[in-house]
């Protein structure tokens, strides 16, 4: 065996979450991409199945936290033999930096992906500091 696996399996293990989920449905952690722009940073979350009544996006001090669920679906009439499709709900959490305007956050729904635009403060925008000569 390895040093690098031997290292990684002496990680300890990741913290339990903070809430007690009550359902046994599976939960996913969406599939996210982060970008960032000189007045903003963008998120955009793949989540298949919700939509906008099943989606609850919660800011708690610095932690935004994306939940979406999704209903189950069976064809009228037929009966569940095999399948390779998870379904199930989706969770994902995030830390925000405090150079990010928690009042200006927006969010948009679309086809199953999640846009949310977190816009930096002002203070934290870059700036051109103008120079003097004499």
Same mark, same amino acid.
């Given at each position: 065996?390895?040093? %690098?696996t %031997?290292? *990684?399996?002496k990680?300890? $293990?990741?913290? +339990? $979450?903070?809430? @007690?989920?009550?359902?046994?449905?599976?939960?996913f952690? $969406?599939? /996210?991409?982060v970008? @960032?722009t &000189? !007045?903003?940073?963008v =998120? =955009?979350a !793949? *989540? &298949?199945?919700? /939509?906008?009544?099943? +989606?609850? *996006? /919660? +800011?708690?001090q610095? !932690? +935004?936290?994306?939940?979406?669920?999704?209903? &189950?679906?069976?064809p009228a009439?037929?009966?569940l033999i095999?399948?390779?499709?998870? !379904?199930?709900?989706?969770e994902?959490?995030f830390v925000l930096a405090?150079?990010?305007?928690?009042?200006g956050?927006?969010?948009?729904?679309k086809?199953? =992906?999640? %846009?949310l635009? *977190?816009p930096?403060?002002?203070?934290a925008?870059a700036r051109?500091?103008? =120079?003097?000569? @004499?």
């Amino acid at each position: 065996m390895s040093t %690098q696996t %031997q290292a *990684l399996e002496k990680k300890a $293990p990741a913290a +339990l $979450p903070t809430t @007690e989920r009550a359902n046994t449905r599976r939960v996913f952690s $969406p599939r /996210t991409d982060v970008y @960032e722009t &000189p !007045e903003e940073i963008v =998120v =955009v979350a !793949e *989540l &298949p199945g919700v /939509t906008e009544e099943s +989606l609850d *996006l /919660t +800011l708690e001090q610095r !932690e +935004l936290t994306i939940r979406g669920t999704v209903a &189950p679906t069976a064809p009228a009439g037929y009966r569940l033999i095999y399948s390779e499709y998870g !379904e199930g709900d989706y969770e994902r959490r995030f830390v925000l930096a405090d150079s990010i305007d928690r009042g200006g956050i927006a969010a948009e729904l679309k086809n199953g =992906v999640l %846009q949310l635009r *977190l816009p930096k403060v002002k203070e934290a925008l870059a700036r051109k500091i103008p =120079v003097k000569a @004499e």
